[in-house]
């Protein structure tokens, strides 16, 4: 099995971390795809996936960017003990 469907299916089990890394592989070319799997690892208490997902909120990357819920989302990662977040502006 290749890694990919490894991280497909860690994801769809809760696994926030998997979720990450599959939507870092393709934000760039598919944003809106990596917006879902971001959304699936901070559901998963992942802090960088909502850090990520604040990312295309702030650069109107995705359908509905908003800049107030890139803040929310930022301050959820800071809360959760991500550092970076806490930086974010």
Do not use: F, N
């Amino acid at each position: 099995m290749q890694a990919r469907e490894l991280h497909r299916q860690a994801c769809h089990a809760g696994e926030g971390v998997a979720c990450y890394e599959l939507a870092e592989h393709i934000v760039k070319s598919r944003p809106q795809d990596a917006a879902e799997l971001y959304v699936q690892g901070c559901g998963a208490e992942h802090w960088a996936s909502c850090a990520g997902l604040a990312q295309l909120h702030l650069s109107g990357a995705i359908d509905g960017a908003s800049p107030v819920r890139a803040r929310a989302l930022l301050d959820q990662a800071c809360a959760g003990g991500y550092k970076a977040a806490c930086t974010t502006p």
